[in-house]
């Protein structure tokens, strides 16, 4: 992260989420241990970040690691929490430089203590950040995201409805994802931000994660400038509408 984020561009969407898959293929194809991908991923990560940033990309999202994660072998498991306590503290000054807030969305008591003291600490060392906002999905699941917005509806005393439901899911300030992207040839989007991205322009790509970067996530955004948005209604309406979506 080098500048501060330049000012929104008319054709970055306002929030894009990314699932950032293939790390283990990428290293497996080279014959490294799949931690190797793990670190390679952190490193396009970066750059991710900096193009959103400077594309001027209100919130980005990204899956870091999903509640069913942890069914994955024990080893693997301990240098994904051990990358992202690291890449957290190392994080810390480059985000604030840069004006970007970092915050990590998902239940994250069952982190090991030393993961939990990173979140926090990154969190409050960016909070201050007006530019682009840095989401983390980690131990994070869309139906859980659902189910504690709905707990929170009952706990409240308010009705279950879809307007008090998005007011309470996580990200609810960030708005509905505009693009999500997944890396790595998969099509499918594997309970992540379901409610978030009920309208979201889909963009699939074979690029392994570890070989993604700012050139990958710009052609993202161009052939996500190329789609026409209805939610709903015909192109004719569309066209007709000034409202820009």
Not at 45 to 63: D, H, K, M, P, S
């Amino acid at each position: 992260m080098q500048s501060r984020p330049e000012s929104q561009s008319t054709h970055a969407p306002r929030h894009v989420a990314i699932i950032m898959d293939g790390n283990g293929r990428w290293a497996k194809a080279r014959h490294l241990p799949r931690a190797a991908g793990h670190k390679k991923g952190v490193d396009a990560l970066n750059r991710v970040v900096e193009t959103a940033a400077r594309a001027g990309v209100g919130n980005l999202t990204v899956f870091a690691f999903s509640s069913e994660n942890w069914k994955r072998p024990q080893a693997e498991v301990d240098t994904l929490m051990r990358l992202f306590a690291e890449g957290l503290l190392r994080w810390e000054k480059p985000l604030t430089d840069a004006g970007i807030r970092l915050r990590v969305i998902g239940e994250r008591s069952a982190f090991p203590e030393d993961v939990q003291s990173a979140i926090a600490h990154a969190e409050a060392a960016t909070a201050a950040g007006t530019g682009m906002v840095l989401n983390i999905a980690a131990n994070y699941g869309g139906r859980w995201d659902m189910t504690e917005a709905a707990k929170k509806c009952v706990a409240e005393g308010v009705a279950l409805t879809p307007e008090n439901i998005a007011g309470r899911v996580a990200l609810a300030d960030a708005g509905e994802v505009d693009l999500l992207i997944r890396t790595g040839g998969e099509q499918r989007i594997s309970n992540f931000l379901l409610w978030q991205s009920a309208y979201a322009e889909i963009y699939f790509t074979d690029e392994l994660w570890p070989d993604f970067g700012g050139e990958g996530l710009l052609e993202a955004f161009a052939w996500f400038a190329g789609r026409e948005r209805r939610f709903g209604m015909t192109s004719e309406q569309i066209q007709g509408r000034s409202v820009v979506f």
